[in-house]
């Protein structure tokens, strides 16, 4: 099984800037893709930005150029930086991994708030 535990989420103006962490314990080995997803309230849950196991990225329309996916592999460690924050951009963020062996786990998911 793979655990996920993410970390970083806040309260932040907008304009502000947080960075997400991820880590990824138990059998990793088989992880092909990780990626963060948001929900916002009454909303489903949509991906934000994936990062594959080759290092390929994708992200949603509506962050691109303001949030960069990044990995520690020695860390084990999924990153998610996020500049230029929007309230639109407030909801609680999820961390991802799909794996050949266990398909998808879910971290436990961390609150991003952007408000004045």
């Known amino acids: 099984q793979v655990q996920l535990v993410e970390s970083g989420g806040g309260l932040v103006q907008p304009g502000g800037s947080l960075r997400l962490s991820c880590v990824a314990s138990?059998?990793?080995?088989?992880?092909?893709?990780m990626g963060w997803y948001s929900q916002a309230p009454g909303k489903q849950r949509e991906l934000v930005a994936a990062i594959s196991s080759g290092g390929s990225t994708n992200y949603a329309d509506s962050v691109k150029g303001r949030f960069t996916i990044s990995r520690d592999n020695a860390k084990n460690t999924v990153y998610l930086q996020m500049n230029s924050l929007k309230p639109e951009d407030t909801g609680v963020y999820y961390c991802?991994?799909?794996?050949?062996?266990?398909?998808?786990?879910w971290g436990q998911g961390t609150q991003v708030t952007v408000s004045s």
């Open positions: 991802n991994s799909v794996s050949s062996r266990y398909g998808s786990s």
């Open positions: 138990g059998s990793i080995g088989s992880i092909y893709r």
